[in-house]
């Protein structure tokens, strides 16, 4: 999404959309696991077969996979639960033969998530000689560029921690957009239903500060613990630049809660008044309506008129007009009153 435009055909073709989520269990027990493989080729990821790679990533394993990782790999099934955990926090651990990074990442949005951008964790197990990732998911990875050189396995984390913020900074875009065409059509709205998108967006954002800050704590544990990572001088001044931009990132998701949460009454008014204006122009039309029929029931009543009885047009039209007057005079207050 790059226009305001393309935020409300998307807003138009998700709204509404309430499809049963998928638990994580059945997610990742799910029998259509996806392995990939990487080696380094002139300073970039490139796929390769199993038995030449330095990387593995692990989509959505399965109980087969669960069990490798635990006996080849040697990874704590704990650990391993994490990893595959929406709900776990990032964090740094050491094994004895490997480093266990947990962090934080957004889903990918579709219109299934009804207005929550969801998010998701992923384990990354850094050993001597090979990397192995493990995604609750099938997420693209190792995708676009990157501002330095991909040359090593610390260098193949450094990027997956700025694809991470950099997917953050995306969602945020994402929920800028969403928010200032969710904001003009609740203007004009009468019911809820853009409100409670608005909601899920204010949810949305809560947990996405949880998850930068979270990710901001593992940078620090890292910048800390670089020499026992094996970073370089210049692993750990990219690293120290993937501070500063999980910084900004996370200053700019809490301006966003901050102004998404403080105008949720006011919208709320917004929606309420709308609603108390169409009231009351139907009243106004109930009242012309009922001074009409007054005039009408009046005259038709059963008694005898002060006109003539005999069969003539004009008092049918007389009082016709008579009861349009009433109603013509309860518009002209409502206009002059400026009801």
Same mark, same amino acid.
């Given at each position: ?32 696991? @996806?392995?990939?493989? +990487?080696? *380094? ?9 199993? /038995? #030449?790679? &330095?990387?593995? !990533? ?52 579709? @219109?299934?998530?009804? +207005?929550? *951008? ?9 050993? /001597? #000689?090979? &990397?192995?990732? !493990? ?205």
């Amino acid at each position: 999404m790059e226009t305001t435009e393309e935020a409300d055909v998307m807003l138009d073709s998700e709204v509404g959309a309430t499809v049963p989520q998928i638990p994580t269990n059945e997610v990742t027990d799910s029998v259509h696991s @996806a392995r990939s493989f +990487f080696r *380094l080729e002139n300073d970039r990821l490139s796929p390769c077969d199993p /038995e #030449d790679a &330095l990387i593995t !990533v692990y989509n959505a394993p399965t109980i087969d996979d669960k069990a490798e990782l635990q006996d080849r790999h040697n990874i704590d099934f704990h650990t391993l639960q994490s990893s595959l955990d929406p709900d776990e926090l990032a964090r740094l651990e050491f094994e004895t033969d490997h480093a266990v990074i947990i962090l934080k990442r957004p889903r990918s949005f579709c @219109a299934d998530d009804n +207005f929550l *951008l969801k998010l998701t964790s992923t384990g990354v197990f850094i050993y /001597e #000689d090979r &990397l192995v990732i !493990v995604m609750s998911d099938d997420a693209p990875i190792f995708e676009g560029r990157v501002p330095f050189h991909v040359q090593s396995i610390q260098d193949a984390v450094l990027r997956l921690l700025y694809q991470a913020t950099l997917h953050f900074e995306g969602h945020l875009k994402a929920i800028n957009m969403l928010s200032d065409s969710l904001e003009r059509r609740i203007s004009t709205s009468l019911d809820n239903k853009y409100l409670l998108n608005m909601f899920a967006l204010e949810k949305s954002l809560v947990y996405i500060v949880n998850s930068i800050s979270s990710n901001g704590a593992l940078l620090e544990k890292m910048k800390t613990a670089a020499e026992k990572l094996g970073f370089d001088h210049e692993q750990s001044g990219v690293l120290e630049d993937l501070i500063i931009e999980n910084q900004q990132c996370n200053r700019r998701a809490e301006i966003y809660t901050q102004v998404i949460g403080g105008l949720m009454d006011a919208r709320a008014s917004i929606v309420s008044h709308n609603l108390n204006q169409l009231i009351k122009k139907f009243t106004i039309w109930t009242v012309a309506i009922m001074l009409s029929n007054l005039v009408i029931g009046f005259f038709s009543m059963n008694v005898p008129l002060p006109l003539p009885q005999d069969v003539q047009w004009w008092p049918f039209w007389f009082i016709s007009l008579l009861a349009l007057a009433s109603a013509g005079f309860v518009f002209w207050l409502w206009r002059v009153n400026k009801w």
